[in-house]
Structure formats: structure tokens, C-alpha cells
């Protein structure tokens, strides 16, 4: 009767998690022609509310360790870069003009940025120190970061990941599988779903992004360059079933089509100056 019930309940708490589930676009194609349209279960609000509460804490922590936008010139210029690239969002989702975008600079030797929901973004300058960032290669990095955002790409894997373990749950139960063979489907569902679905959402981020850096005017030919240098700090790559993100020769024929797909919006910004 137990075994009955559990089955039961987890039959209900699935279904109610899909009937929930809504499809969203978040934002439109533009010239990149990213248009997919995505799944949501976790509501914007939350993440966006979330991610501020653990953006302020991150600072704070960066403030008390004196790690906090050390170098007035170096967060100037990070800043100016942001701003330009803000004032781009509209062509993909005219509501990112309304968000709190903040941006901050963090003292630390990792190559790594990112733009957590609703616009808390953080560059570490370990990235512009050790890769000799030029504006334009900053410009696609940010970019990039921004376009995850842009495209909730945290709510989207936030809401696929409930859905999964969900249904992971009732399956093994049912299937009566145990501790094991739950762990089993767990790892099938990374391979087959979760890291591609990882995989598509980097491909997106760095399509939006050479378009956000060309309408900012900035060549979006240095997102070319930029992966170039980050595999030199990169090291070896995982295999490509294995890995979140496309492999470094996929991504860099990918880059060459699509700054070339937004090179006329870079051109058309140089020669109106």
C-alpha cells in the first residue's frame, strides 16, 4: 500500500510539474536568427530574485577581502564596454533595457566571467590580465555572458533538471531500479539530454554575442581570436559527448559564420562615427 501510494504521488507531482511548464520566447531572432523556443517551469521571478540575493553576498565577501573593484582605470573600462553593449539588449528583448544590470570587476587569477539572471555581471581579471584583452575580445566575452542571461538559459536547465529528476524518480520507482539504477538513469539522461542541451545553449550565447559586440561596435571578428587564446589557457579538451561545451573546432566555424553574418552592423557603426 506504501509502494502503491509513493507511485502515486510521484505520478501526480510529475504531471503537475509538465502541465506547469510553459513555452517561453525569450527573446527575438534578430540577425543570428536565434529564435528556439524553451520550457519553463521555474518562473523568472524566482531565479532573478535568487540570483541577486547570492550576487550581493558574492560582493560582499569580494569587498571584505579587499577583491572588490581594486583598479578604478580597469573597472572604467569594463564598465564602458557593459554600458555599450546594455544599450544593445532591445534588439533581442526590449525589457533588458528595465533590469538592474550591475557590473562588477573581481580580483582573481581565474580566466572566467559571467552575467547571472536579471543582469549581475562579473569579470575577473585574471581573464583581461593573463589573455591580454583587447576591447573588442572583452566586448565578446561580455557579450556572450549577457546573452545567457538574455535567453534564461539558467531558468531553462533549472526547470529541465527538475522536470528529469522528477521523472528519473518515478521511473526507478516504478521500475523498481533502487539507488543504482537511478544513478544509472541519471548519468544516461546527462549524455543524451543535459550536456547537449548545455552544448546548445553555449552555441546561442556566443551567436547573440557577436551580434550584441557588432551593434556595439566592436569587430565581432575578435570572438575569433578570443577562443583562440582561451585555448591556449584551456588545456586539453574533454571528448565531445562528454562536454558542456562544443568543441573548440565546431565553435570556431561557428564564430567565423556568424561574425561574419553581423560584420555589415559593425561596419555600418565605424562608419557612422
Known amino acids: 500500500m506504501k509502494i502503491k501510494w509513493r507511485k502515486t504521488m510521484l505520478a501526480v507531482a510529475v504531471t503537475a510539474s509538465l502541465t506547469s511548464c510553459q513555452s517561453v520566447q525569450t527573446t527575438q531572432g534578430s540577425v543570428v536568427g536565434v529564435d528556439r523556443q524553451q520550457r519553463m517551469m521555474m518562473s523568472a521571478d524566482t531565479m532573478n530574485a535568487s540570483a541577486t540575493q547570492e550576487y550581493?553576498?558574492?560582493?560582499?565577501?569580494?569587498?571584505?577581502?579587499?577583491?572588490?573593484?581594486?583598479?578604478?582605470?580597469?573597472?572604467?573600462?569594463?564598465?564602458?564596454?557593459?554600458?555599450?553593449?546594455?544599450k544593445q539588449t532591445p534588439a533581442f528583448r526590449p525589457d533588458a533595457l528595465t533590469w538592474k544590470w550591475e557590473v562588477n570587476v573581481l580580483s582573481s587569477p581565474e580566466v572566467n566571467a559571467w552575467c547571472m539572471p536579471g543582469g549581475k555581471i562579473a569579470v575577473y581579471t585574471g581573464l583581461i590580465n593573463k589573455l591580454k584583452l583587447s576591447d573588442d575580445e572583452l566586448a565578446a566575452v561580455m557579450g556572450h555572458e549577457m546573452a545567457h542571461a538574455l535567453r534564461e538559459h539558467s531558468r531553462e536547465r533549472?526547470?529541465?533538471?527538475?522536470i528529469a529528476g522528477l521523472g528519473i524518480s518515478i521511473l526507478?520507482?516504478?521500475?523498481?531500479?533502487?539507488?543504482?539504477?537511478?544513478?544509472?538513469?541519471e548519468y544516461a539522461y546527462q549524455g543524451l539530454l543535459g550536456l547537449p542541451?548545455?552544448?546548445?545553449?553555449?552555441?546561442?550565447?556566443?551567436?547573440?554575442?557577436?551580434?550584441?559586440?557588432?551593434?556595439?561596435?566592436?569587430?565581432?571578428r575578435a570572438a575569433i581570436t578570443l577562443w583562440e587564446k582561451m585555448g591556449q589557457v584551456g588545456g586539453n579538451e574533454p571528448p565531445k559527448f562528454m562536454s558542456t561545451h562544443p568543441p573548440?573546432?565546431?565553435?570556431?566555424?561557428?564564430?567565423?559564420?556568424?561574425?561574419?553574418?553581423?560584420?555589415?552592423?559593425?561596419?555600418?557603426?565605424?562608419?557612422?562615427?
Open 158 to 162: 533549472a526547470s529541465e533538471q527538475a
Open 197 to 220: 542541451n548545455s552544448r546548445e545553449h553555449e552555441t546561442e550565447a556566443d551567436r547573440i554575442g557577436v551580434e550584441l559586440a557588432a551593434r556595439a561596435g566592436y569587430d565581432p
Open 248 to 273: 573548440r573546432a565546431d565553435r570556431m566555424r561557428d564564430l567565423t559564420n556568424y561574425s561574419a553574418r553581423v560584420l555589415p552592423l559593425y561596419q555600418q557603426v565605424k562608419a557612422g562615427k
Open 56 to 86: 550581493t553576498k558574492l560582493l560582499a565577501d569580494a569587498q571584505q577581502k579587499g577583491k572588490l573593484n581594486t583598479d578604478a582605470t580597469q573597472y572604467s573600462r569594463v564598465r564602458a564596454i557593459a554600458d555599450r553593449l546594455i
Open 172 to 185: 526507478s520507482t516504478v521500475a523498481g531500479l533502487g539507488q543504482v539504477g537511478q544513478k544509472g538513469m
